[in-house]
């Protein structure tokens, strides 16, 4: 009894602490509390390092959240924490960051590293190193043009 108690109390809680994918600055913000940190996360193609947007960083309740933003929406989340992930904790940050969709794991998941995929491009990974990373089909869009750009300008022809 006492255990399902706190299993219901820590689902209700979670959903209040985590931030989601497709939040926005203020909301995640609100959700989280003050932005610990802020730096810019980057795609690396043809040789260039070049930036996609801004990661603010978070903690919280001992956990650690960063956001990495596509046009000013969190694209993709990861969540840190130290010590064992209990399946509960992992359900709900999978639930939270469903966006009205339902994730499946993969059937190459294992004790190491487990994986899910939604429609549309989603993806989500746990590695038993502590930490669950989801990614939103906007961040994977970004990733792409960005490449695709920096391919363009590797193969142009040289002005010299």
């Keep these: 009894m006492n255990t399902m108690r706190e299993l219901i109390l820590f689902v209700f809680s979670a959903s209040l602490l ?12 609100e959700r989280l509390g003050a932005v610990r940190l802020e730096s810019r996360h980057s795609v690396i193609a043809q040789g260039e390092i070049s930036p996609l947007g801004p990661s603010l960083f978070f903690e919280k309740d001992g956990w650690r ?9 969190c694209a993709r989340i990861t969540y840190a924490k130290k010590g064992e992930w209990t399946p509960a904790q992992i ?3 999978l639930e939270n960051n469903a966006q009205g969709a339902r994730w499946r794991e993969d059937a190459d998941s294992n004790k190491m590293i487990r994986k899910w995929t939604r429609p549309h491009q989603a993806a989500a990974k746990w590695e038993f190193t502590g930490n669950l990373q989801l ?13 695709e750009e920096l391919r363009r300008k590797a193969t142009e022809q040289p002005k010299l």
Excluded: M, S
């Design 135 to 147: 990614v939103a089909p906007a961040y994977l869009r970004a990733k792409e043009q960005r490449e």
């Design 18 to 29: 985590f931030g989601r994918l497709g939040e926005n600055r203020t909301e995640l913000v």
């Design 65 to 73: 959240v960063q956001c990495d933003l596509i046009e000013g929406r």
């Design 91 to 93: 359900t709900t940050l």
